[in-house]
């Protein structure tokens, strides 16, 4: 994302121009936008005329609409973002008040007015989607024989790219080159999407995750492919490869695959891997049932009014779809939390993308959860006395309680 133009006042109040240069930027945008905000961009507008004799002809015009955000689309496979609003500023094709959808498009510019002013959360979004020291991508290959899962990892998703399916007969006794034969067409198909997939000029980290030994022959596959087709693209991206174990070779098995030492040695200084050791870490403080993990909106609250989310250890995990929230207070109180412990308290704020797995694990236990950095008890009793609730307390060591 480049930033073309800004213009702040003291009172949080101004606009913002940005231009999105890769599919990735219209997931920070999907984020920006709220409903309320004023989007102005290119747009396609069907415009009726009516002639002298009284027929009618409707052609397609290109303008530039402004329009108040009411609701929003985005396709996460595609990457496209369409904005639904009603016309503010009337031009030659719209009149005020009259709907329209607004398809966000790479390599255009848009520009953004908030009604409500730029709170510190949106700002850092906006901080960090400019920001050109951008974390390298992940591939991922989550497979089992017979099927694989090719899936790219961002500093805000994670994204199916592909599924390959092939039959591999069963060994049997007197069988094997049955079996031998399906899984070299099952290997070939997976490495030729898996090429088609990745830009062979860059040099990323490739995880290849499965049960048993399936990873570890599709490696040793790739290599000897490469040598005996003289393919040096290829043969220069032996070093990225990380064969790692898997349950499953289903794209779930990611989060674990994600948590190996291996793969946090090769990905340590990614925004990611820091987020995936931070869940971790929370999960395990949670099993311990020691007061020093919670979860839930008001446990968290209490938590940082009592200091214990601030420098020394303090660390609060929130989830970025409560920032889209359609109600302005919900969305308040969220920046409020998180400008007291980041900038109040001196603790640690990490907005999880609930496109990740880590991120899905959040929502999971409803979007929010924080390491102390002393124990508390007790900060769900007010809640269920209150609600008249029971169930378990945010720190229990039950299913519910647990990632």
């Known amino acids: 994302m480049r930033l073309i133009k800004q213009s702040f006042e003291r009172d949080g109040s101004g606009s913002i121009t940005l231009f999105p240069e890769e599919p990735e930027d219209m997931y920070h945008a999907f984020n920006i936008i709220r409903a309320g905000d004023r989007l102005k961009a290119s747009a396609i507008r069907r415009v009726t005329t009516e002639s002298a004799t009284g027929s009618t002809s409707s052609t397609r015009v290109h303008t530039t609409l402004t329009i108040e955000v009411t609701d929003m689309d985005f396709d996460t496979q595609s990457g496209q973002l369409h904005v639904s609003g009603r016309i503010a500023v009337e031009t030659k094709y719209a009149k005020i008040g009259q709907h329209h959808t607004l398809d966000l498009e790479l390599q255009r510019n848009f520009s953004l007015e908030k009604k409500e002013g730029w709170d510190s959360v949106s700002r850092e979004i906006v901080r960090a989607a400019c920001d050109p020291v951008k974390s390298a991508d992940i591939w991922a290959c989550v497979m089992e024989e017979g099927f694989a899962n090719l899936a790219v990892l961002t500093g805000s998703r994670t994204v199916l790219r592909q599924r390959v399916e092939v039959s591999v007969p069963k060994k049997r006794a007197g069988g094997a080159s049955d079996h031998d034969k399906g899984l070299e067409k099952f290997f070939q198909i997976t490495l030729d999407t898996l090429l088609r997939q990745i830009d062979m000029s860059e040099s990323k980290p490739i995880l290849l995750a499965s049960p048993g030994f399936t990873a570890a022959a599709f490696l040793k596959f790739i290599v000897d492919t490469a040598t005996r087709t003289g393919n040096k693209a290829l043969i220069a991206q032996k070093p990225n490869f990380v064969v790692v174990h898997s349950s499953s070779g289903h794209l779930h098995s990611l989060n674990e695959v994600l948590q190996t030492p291996e793969v946090l040695a090769r990905l340590k200084d990614t925004k990611y891997a820091r987020e995936t050791k931070l869940m971790e870490d929370f999960t395990t403080l949670l099993r311990k049932d020691d ?113």
């Open 291 to 403: 007061g020093r993990a919670w979860y839930g909106p008001n446990e968290v609250e209490q938590a940082a009014e009592k200091g214990a989310l601030g420098r020394g250890g303090g660390v609060l995990l929130i989830a970025d779809k409560l920032f889209r929230a359609q109600d302005i207070a919900v969305r308040r109180r969220w920046v409020k939390l998180v400008d007291r412990v980041r900038d109040v308290e001196g603790g640690e704020v990490r907005v999880l993308s609930s496109e990740h797995e880590s991120g899905k694990r959040l929502d999971g236990l409803g979007g929010i959860a924080a390491i102390l950095t002393f124990p508390l008890e007790g900060l769900d009793e007010d809640d269920n006395e209150d609600q008249g609730q029971t169930g378990p307390p945010a720190n229990d060591n039950t299913n519910d309680g647990q990632s």
